[in-house]
């Protein structure tokens, strides 16, 4: 398989996911508890007190992801132009460097520029 439909095909997925994520947050009884999927947007005071690596967001709005506590996996599938190797590399970067500051610091992270992070910014979060 090629390269560029592999790229492809892994975007589509990705899309897929955040697709059926977002469906399943309008039904609960479908979902499992906000405890046992820490994805899940939840929406009582205690739910909004503990931290979320990915929330999704309702629909039509984009998901987001914590730069310091999402893994590799989270931010390829909630990162424009990310893939896994990029995500990994994000990983490793603040495994061997402590947590992102700022937000502007993930450029340090080889691969990611600019165009990537201003692509990104409205998903992204501290």
Same mark, same amino acid.
Do not use: W
């Given at each position: 398989?090629?390269?560029?439909?592999?790229?492809?095909?892994?975007?589509?997925?990705?899309?897929?996911?955040?697709?059926?994520?977002?469906? @399943?947050?309008?039904?609960?009884? @479908?979902?499992?508890?906000?405890?046992?999927?820490?994805?899940?947007?939840?929406?009582?005071?205690?739910?909004?007190?503990?931290?979320?690596?990915?929330?999704?967001?309702?629909?039509?709005?984009?998901?987001?992801?914590?730069?310091?506590?999402?893994?590799?996996?989270? @931010?390829?599938?909630?990162?424009?132009?990310?893939?896994?190797?990029?995500?990994?590399?994000?990983?490793?970067?603040?495994?061997?460097?402590?947590?992102?500051?700022?937000?502007?610091?993930?450029?340090?992270?080889?691969?990611?520029?600019?165009?990537?992070?201003?692509?990104?910014?409205?998903?992204?979060?501290?």
């Amino acid at each position: 398989m090629s390269l560029t439909l592999k790229l492809a095909l892994a975007r589509h997925q990705a899309l897929a996911g955040a697709l059926l994520s977002a469906a @399943l947050c309008f039904i609960p009884s @479908l979902t499992a508890t906000a405890a046992e999927k820490p994805g899940v947007v939840q929406t009582s005071a205690a739910a909004r007190a503990q931290p979320q690596a990915a929330t999704n967001t309702a629909a039509g709005q984009e998901a987001t992801v914590s730069i310091n506590q999402a893994s590799a996996e989270q @931010l390829a599938d909630t990162l424009n132009g990310v893939g896994l190797k990029k995500a990994e590399a994000i990983v490793r970067y603040r495994e061997q460097n402590g947590p992102f500051t700022d937000i502007e610091q993930l450029q340090e992270v080889p691969g990611i520029g600019l165009a990537l992070l201003e692509r990104n910014r409205e998903r992204l979060r501290m």
